[in-house]
Nanobody, 127 residues
Framework: QVQLVESGGGLVQAGGSLRLSCAAS????????MGWFRQAPGKEREFVAAIRWSDDSTYYGDSVKGRFTISRENAKNTVYLQMNSLKPEDTAIFYCAASVRFIWPNSFSNAVKYDYWGQGTQVTVSS
């Protein structure tokens, strides 16, 4: 089992920045990749970013490329999502996810590939 706890959400003005954190605990040695997804009211869950443990390869959703950066800190078993140039349409609950299984590079955006999920943290961007 892997437990995930997100933090860092909040209210920010458009154009501002936030950094989300996801702390993993439990059987973290089995992690293959971790990612961030988000879900806005009335919308489907959307892939944001992912990072592969073996080589730190990163993957991003089209709507956040160039604005968001995913990274990790091994010593703390923590993954970060640095979000810059935030827009009102970025408002959503952001979820951290972890996979202990192999994921093909073209499948990191598929939520069903992830085995564990956090409870989510709210990000609100005001105009």
């Amino acid at each position: 089992q892997v437990q995930l706890v997100e933090s860092g959400g909040g209210l920010v003005q458009a154009g501002g920045s936030l950094r989300l954190s996801c702390a993993a605990s439990g059987r973290t040695f089995s992690t293959y990749a971790m990612g961030w997804f988000r879900q806005a009211p009335g919308k489907e869950r959307e892939f944001v970013a992912a990072i592969r443990w073996s080589d730190d390869s990163t993957y991003y959703g089209d709507s956040v490329k160039g604005r968001f950066t995913i990274s990790r800190e091994n010593a703390k078993n923590t993954v970060y999502l640095q979000m810059n140039s935030l827009k009102p349409e970025d408002t959503a609950i952001f979820y951290c996810a972890a996979s202990v299984r192999f994921i093909w590079p073209n499948s990191f955006s598929n939520a069903v590939k992830y085995d564990y999920w956090g409870q989510g943290t709210q990000v609100t961007v005001s105009s």
